[in-house]
C-alpha cells in the first residue's frame, strides 16, 4: 500500500509540475520583453492573455484526469469516454481566446529598428518607446484601445466594389482553432499515457500482492496438512506403546507435549529460530526411541553452536517421520541416522538415511513428501537442493537450503 501511495503521489507531482512551468511561461516570456522595451502594462496584458488561453485547456486537463478516465476509460466504457473528450476538446477550442494584438499600434508592429549608436540593450529600449509614442500620435488612438474604436477610415477597395480585407495580425480562424484542437489532442493523449503507465505498475503491484496471498495460503493450507499427519503418526506410536511398557508410554506423552506446544503455538510463524527446529527434532527422535529396542541404532547428530538465523517450520519432521515408519523392522537389524550441519554460503545442510525395512516406494511417496516438495518450490524457488537416492538397502535424503 505504501508503494502505491508513492506512485499515486509521484503521479501527481508530474502533472503539477508541467502545470507549474506552462503558467509560468508567460511570466518568463515577459520578463524578457520588459527587458526588450516592452512596457509594464502591456506586458501584464500579454501574460493576461496567455493565461485566458492556456485555463481552458488546464481545465479540460482536469475534467480527463479525474473524471472521465476514472470513470468511463478504466471501466472499459470506451464510447461514452470519446464523446466526452471530443465534446469537451471542442468546448476548449471554442471558448479559447486568440492572442490580441490590438493592443499595439499597427504602424509600431510593422517598423523596424536600426542600430544608431550600437546594438546595445538601452539603444533598442529607446528605439521601442519613440516607435511606440510615434504609432499613437499617429494613428490618434491609446496603445489598449481595440482596432474596432479606431477611427473610420476608408477600407481598401476590391474590384466590383467589395472592400479589401484587412490582413491578419494572427492566424486565420480555422488555422488557429485547429492548432488549439491539436495541442488538446496531444494534451489529453499524454495525459491517458501517463495514466496508463501508472496503472500498468499498480495492476503489476496488485498481481504481485494476490500472489504473495495465495503463496501464503498455499503454505498454511500443506503445514496445516502435516500437523495432523505428524500427530497421527505419533498417536499410533503411543497406542503400540501402552501395551508395550507402560512406563515409556507416560513418557512419550510427556515428550508429545513438548511437540504439540511448538506445533501449535511456535510453528504457526511464517518462519522460526534454526535453534528452536533442531530442539523439535531433538525432542522428536527421543520420543520415537522410546518404542523401539536397543538392537535399533537411532543417531542424531544437531550443530552444538547454533547462530540466530531462521528457518521455515516443520521442514524437516516429514523425512525423519517417514525414517522411522518405513525404515524400522523388527526382524532385522535397522537404523535410522538424522544429521544436520551448518554449510559456508549461509546454508544449512540435512541429511537423514535409514534402513529399508519397509517398501521403498512407500518411502518415496506420501502426503508428508509430497508436501514438503511443494513447500520447497514455493519458499525457495530453484535455490534448494533435495536428494532422494535408494542403495544397498539403505535410504537417503540430502536436503539443502539457505537460510532466512
Keep these: 500500500m505504501k508503494r502505491l501511495r508513492k506512485q499515486q503521489l509521484l503521479e501527481q507531482s508530474i502533472y503539477g509540475a508541467i502545470w507549474t512551468v506552462i503558467f509560468l511561461l508567460p511570466l518568463i516570456g515577459g520578463y524578457f520583453a520588459v527587458n526588450g522595451g516592452l512596457e509594464r502594462e502591456e506586458s501584464r496584458a500579454v501574460i493576461h492573455d496567455s493565461w485566458l488561453t492556456i485555463l481552458p485547456f488546464f481545465v479540460l486537463f482536469l475534467l480527463n484526469n479525474y473524471v472521465l478516465v476514472p470513470y468511463f476509460l478504466f471501466r472499459k466504457r470506451y464510447w461514452p469516454y470519446i464523446i466526452s473528450v471530443v465534446f469537451l476538446i471542442a468546448i476548449s477550442c471554442l471558448i479559447a481566446p486568440a492572442p490580441s494584438m490590438e493592443r499595439f499600434p499597427g504602424k509600431f508592429r510593422h517598423e523596424k529598428i536600426h542600430d544608431k549608436n550600437g546594438d546595445s540593450k ?41 472592400p479589401k480585407p484587412a490582413p491578419y495580425p494572427f492566424p486565420p480562424f480555422t488555422i488557429r482553432y485547429l492548432i488549439h484542437f491539436v495541442v488538446a489532442f496531444l494534451m489529453v493523449g499524454f495525459n491517458i499515457a501517463v495514466k496508463l ?37 505419533t498417536l499410533n506410536n503411543i497406542h503400540a506403546l501402552v501395551d508395550i511398557d507402560t512406563g515409556k508410554a507416560k513418557s512419550t506423552i510427556v515428550e508429545l507435549s513438548k511437540l504439540m506446544r511448538y506445533v501449535l503455538y511456535e510453528a504457526s510463524n511464517k518462519t522460526i529460530l534454526l535453534s528452536r527446529e533442531i530442539q523439535f527434532l531433538e525432542n522428536y527422535v527421543t520420543l520415537m526411541s522410546l518404542r523401539y529396542p536397543d538392537r535399533v ?53 540435512f541429511r537423514c538415511t535409514n534402513s529399508t525395512g519397509g517398501s521403498s516406494d512407500e518411502q518415496h511417496h506420501g502426503i508428508g513428501l509430497e508436501n514438503v516438495r511443494k513447500r520447497l518450490r514455493l519458499l525457495f524457488g530453484n535455490d534448494y537442493t533435495l536428494s532422494i537416492t ?13 537460510l532466512l
Excluded: C, T
Excluded at 491609446?142 to 474604436?149: N, P, T
Design 197 to 233: 503507465f501508472f496503472k500498468s505498475f499498480r495492476d503489476e503491484e496488485m498481481l504481485k500482492e494476490l500472489e504473495h496471498q495465495h503463496l501464503q495460503s498455499e503454505l498454511q493450507y500443506l503445514k496445516y496438512q502435516i500437523n495432523p499427519h505428524f500427530f497421527m503418526n
Design 297 to 349: 541404532s537411532i543417531e542424531k547428530n544437531f550443530p552444538l553452536e547454533v547462530p540466530e538465523v531462521q528457518i521455515p517450520p516443520l521442514l524437516f519432521v516429514s523425512f525423519v517421520e517417514n525414517a522411522f515408519k518405513h525404515g524400522i523392522s523388527y526382524r532385522k537389524e535397522s537404523f535410522v541416522h538424522v544429521v544436520m550441519q551448518l554449510e559456508d554460503g549461509n546454508r544449512l545442510s
Design 390 to 402: 535408494e542403495e544397498d538397502n539403505k535410504f537417503d535424503v540430502l536436503l539443502i537450503v539457505p
Design 122 to 162: 538601452e539603444n533598442r529600449r529607446n528605439q521601442l518607446i519613440e516607435m511606440r509614442e510615434r504609432a499613437r500620435k499617429e494613428e490618434s488612438i491609446h496603445w489598449d484601445e481595440l482596432r474596432s474604436m479606431e477611427p473610420d477610415v476608408e477600407k481598401p477597395q476590391r474590384p466590383g466594389g467589395f
